[in-house]
């Protein structure tokens, strides 16, 4: 059953009202939700795996247990053990001319947060806002991805079971809803999917003026530098493409690799893509295309490549029945340029070109010549030049010698910049995003400002010279 656009508003204002009954949640009040949290994710591990798989075709529960519901109980098991020491005020020093005054910050719940979740990775891309929602001490309202239905469904119902309807939330439905959802008078507005769709919910949102935080994708390179161990450099970026089939907005989109070693790739990739996915054509642990139209996007873009020059090489063999219809196999791209449509769109699928450089500081100038991406990885040992690449470039993230993992870090902000996104969030900078940090001035109860009173005479000018020269 899908959400009508009239529902939102009544079940935006349900939320509201309970935030302003309550307004500032004690820890305990927030640890408890954190728990019903941490329990509708155990008990429902089962059920949210099988409706994640049937929604995709073939999503290997080992799949979804690792890169769903890991990082969702890890965050809000982070959430529970630091939660009570992020709420407490922050004491700040007053300036020098106001002592012995005092100074202090005060976090304090935004109120409503609205999470707008994609397809791709549906479980964690709700809980882990919503975690950092609720350890804030908001109330939350979610939009779900029309995209996974059977799952969207699900969380909505198991949310509703678990939750009252003035904690938490949760909408289906289709872009009509998503427009009308994005248009609603958050406190904060959190949402994660295309940068395209991205600017329209900026646009709904500034009609209220509510903060938005976009974690967008873009174009992530992964850097195979002079000195990395090549070995583990294909594996690990074979890894992070493979994984839900590249549909993964940190993905690594491109390879930009010294010239000589584009052959050794393709040997390595095809070796590692048989080692960890046996008969690969056919196998029940790698994940399919979520729908037909991903399908044919994935490969258009692929077929667009090799008609305007490219050479693809398959990862792997198709599958000798056609159990999976939508089972696209891994392919590797050569001779690709700047003006194939694979090279200006982000992938988001099992596609992966090689682009060569002749010097380290080529491809760092080829990173610098494009947008922002959301995430950079780079392969090397030399430390000198693993400084130079970070200094030089800029991405929402990095993981050296390795792929995906910097997301995973509770103690590392999440976010894109500039065409990849906006703001951050995960553990205590999620924490902080959605929340205000109140300034609060206590001014003492024997102080100066008096003698700074008009009528400006003679020991206002005396007073004012003192600040104006130690101030």
């Given at each position: ?84 020491r992020w709420m407490k005020p922050r004491r700040r020093l007053a300036g020098l001319a106001f002592l012995p005054a005092r100074t202090e910050l005060r976090p304090q719940p935004l109120g409503v947060i609205g999470i707008i979740v994609p397809w791709n990775y549906p ?116 890894f992070g493409k493979l994984v839900n089939a590249g549909q993964t907005c940190i993905a690594p989109d491109y390879v930009l690799l010294p010239r000589a070693q584009v052959a050794d790739f393709v040997a390595a990739a095809r070796a590692t893509a048989g080692r960890l996915y046996p008969k690969l054509g056919e196998n029940e ?187």
């Amino acid at each position: 059953m899908t959400d009508s656009t009239t529902d939102l508003s009544q079940r935006l204002q349900i939320l509201r009202t309970a935030q302003r009954a309550e307004p500032m949640p004690d820890w305990p009040a927030r640890a408890a939700r954190l728990r019903t949290l941490e329990k509708m994710l155990l008990e429902q591990r089962e059920a949210f795996a099988l409706a994640i798989n049937a929604d995709f075709g073939c999503r290997p529960r080992e799949e979804t247990d690792l890169l769903e519901l890991f990082p969702s109980l890890s965050a809000v098991r982070h959430a529970l053990g630091h939660g009570r020491r992020w709420m407490k005020p922050r004491r700040r020093l007053a300036g020098l001319a106001f002592l012995p005054a005092r100074t202090e910050l005060r976090p304090q719940p935004l109120g409503v947060i609205g999470i707008i979740v994609p397809w791709n990775y549906p479980l964690y891309l709700a809980v882990g806002p919503l975690v950092d929602a609720l350890v804030a001490g908001n109330r939350a309202m979610l939009k779900m991805s029309e995209f996974t239905p059977r799952f969207s469904a699900l969380f909505a119902e198991q949310v509703a079971r678990y939750f009252q309807p003035d904690e938490v939330a949760v909408v289906t439905g289709d872009a009509t809803v998503a427009q009308a959802f994005s248009a609603l008078p958050f406190d904060h507005l959190l949402f994660t999917g295309s940068t395209a769709v991205g600017h329209h919910v900026m646009r709904a949102a500034s009609a209220n003026l509510t903060p938005v935080t976009l974690e967008l994708g873009g174009k992530s390179p992964a850097i195979i530098g002079p000195g990395a161990r090549f070995e583990h450099a294909v594996e690990r970026i074979l890894f992070g493409k493979l994984v839900n089939a590249g549909q993964t907005c940190i993905a690594p989109d491109y390879v930009l690799l010294p010239r000589a070693q584009v052959a050794d790739f393709v040997a390595a990739a095809r070796a590692t893509a048989g080692r960890l996915y046996p008969k690969l054509g056919e196998n029940e642990q790698y994940t399919t295309i979520v729908s037909d139209r991903q399908y044919q996007r994935i490969a258009a873009l692929r077929d667009g490549a090799v008609a305007a020059g490219a050479r693809a090489v398959a990862l792997g063999d198709e599958a000798t029945g056609n159990t999976q219809p939508r089972r696209l196999l891994p392919v590797l791209l050569t001779g690709v340029n700047d003006t194939m449509s694979v090279m200006q769109e982000e992938i988001f699928g099992p596609l992966l070109p090689l682009v060569p450089y002749d010097s380290l500081d080529e491809a760092i100038a080829y990173v610098a010549a494009h947008p922002h991406p959301l995430a950079l990885y780079l392969f090397e040992q030399d430390q000198a030049l693993i400084d130079r690449v970070l200094t030089r470039t800029v991405a929402g993230g990095v993981s050296l010698n390795d792929t995906l993992f910097h997301i995973a870090q509770h103690g590392l902000p999440f976010g894109g910049v500039g065409a990849s996104g906006m703001g951050g969030y995960h553990g205590e900078a999620g924490f902080h995003t959605f929340s205000h940090l109140k300034p609060v001035f206590r001014q003492a109860r024997f102080n100066g400002v008096g003698l700074l009173n008009p009528p400006y005479g003679a020991r206002f000018k005396r007073m004012l010279g003192l600040l104006l020269k130690r101030g």
